[in-house]
Structure formats: C-alpha cells, structure tokens
C-alpha cells in the first residue's frame, strides 16, 4: 500500500526558502500515471494547493504563488520536492503532499495523503 | 479565479440527513471531489467526480452536481461523522485546483 511521507525543516525565518519532501513509499514514483501533489492549510483555516507535478516531469503551480514555487521529482529516491522561496508569516502551515487516484486525467482527486509537517515562519 | 463557496457550518442530529452545499459558477459542467477532516487529520477522500465513492466509503456519503450547486450528502448521520467537509474542483482557464472555505458538520 502507498504511503506518503512529508519531511523538513520546521522553523524558517522571513525571506528564507521553505524546501520539503515527500517521500514515496510501497510503490514507484514513477510507475503509474500519477500527479504529485503539494497542498497547504494555514492553522484553523482551509485548503490550499500549492502546485503538482507529473510522472513526466511537466508541473502546475497556483497562480496566486507565483513564481515562488519550484517542485520537482527525484525518481531514484522516489521523492518529489517543493521549494517556495521568500517567505512570510503568511507561508506558515501544514503543508500536506498527496497523490492523484491515477487516471491520468487533469482534474483527478487525491486517494493518498501524508500526515502533514507544520512550517513556521518567524523571525 | 473561479471561487467555491461553501456555509460555514451545518449541525444535524444523529440518524438525520446533513447536506453540504458547495457553490460554482456553472459548477455543474465539473467535476466534484469531497473530502472529509478530522481534527489534527489529514483530509480523506470520500466522494469522487461528482457522485463516485471510494470502496472504503460507505454508502451513507453521496454526491450530486448541476447547475451552479454540488452537493455531499450524509445519510443516516453518525457521531463519527462529525468533521470538516471541503469540494474541490479544477480551474481549466487557468490549470489549478481550486478548494472550497470548508463547511464543518456537527453532530448535536
């Protein structure tokens, strides 16, 4: 059975680059046709995706992050990466990875979540 | 950006029916993922494109989408359902996800 798991710093300072992990276990990163899936939630409030990436490589980012964000995939350590450069108090959360249920169509949902690691960012 | 609108909050009494509205702009043309959270959780798939279920689901969840509502539907409410309730869907005009504020379900 898949399972996912995030890990990384978990104090940042303001204009610091967040980088976190999700590693892969019980199956391939690159087996199936899956979409690698980065999501946030700040404490108390909702969801937030941050962006995804393909088997492929190809990747979608959230408009409203702009160009702060960078994922990417290490199929020998069957991980994917975020990097989300300068950020503020408002970057602290819990930030999830997930895993589409594999149908290789845009819009799939997510069937396999890690357990989350909280970042906080303060000076 | 395309905006989900979802109420705050829905209170239902054990056995009764909670519906969970979630509000889109021609919503009914997408499709609709559901997730349910446990506090200190993380989200858990309960219904797919609209209506589907995972096999680990049970039946009492299920779920409607047309015109500009989608709808989760929990039948026969237990205390275990108690939670946070989130739609998502995808943004075609410009290629991201887009989730709803989340609505929480309370069991009286």
């Known amino acids: 059975q898949v399972q996912l798991q995030e890990s990384g710093p978990g104090l940042l300072k303001p204009s610091q680059t967040l980088s976190l992990t999700c590693t892969v276990s019980g199956g391939s990163i690159s087996g199936d046709s899956h979409y690698w899936n980065w999501i946030r939630q700040p404490a108390g409030k909702g969801l937030e995706w941050i962006g995804r990436i393909y088997t492929s490589g190809s990747t979608n980012n959230n408009p409203s992050l702009k160009s702060r964000v960078t994922i990417s995939v290490d199929t020998s350590k069957n991980q994917f990466s975020l990097k989300l450069r300068s950020v503020t108090a408002a970057d602290t959360a819990v930030y999830y990875c997930?895993?589409?249920?594999?149908?290789?169509?845009?819009?799939?949902?997510?069937?396999?979540w890690g357990h989350g690691t909280l970042v906080t960012v303060s000076s | 950006s395309y905006v989900l609108t979802q109420p705050p909050s829905v209170s239902v009494a054990p056995g009764q029916t909670a519906r969970v509205i979630c509000g889109g702009n021609n919503i009914g043309t997408k499709g609709v993922h559901w997730y349910q959270q446990k506090p200190g959780q993380a989200p858990v798939l309960v219904v797919y494109?609209?209506?589907d279920r995972p096999s680990r689901i049970p039946e009492r969840f299920s779920g409607s989408n047309s015109g500009n509502t989608a709808t989760l539907t929990i039948s026969r409410v237990e205390a275990g359902d108690e939670a946070d309730y989130y739609c998502q869907v995808w943004d075609s005009t410009s290629d991201h996800y887009v989730f709803g504020g989340g609505t929480k379900v309370s069991v009286l």
């Open positions: 997930a895993r589409d249920r594999g149908t290789a169509i845009m819009f799939d949902a997510f069937d396999i």
């Open positions: 494109d609209n209506s």
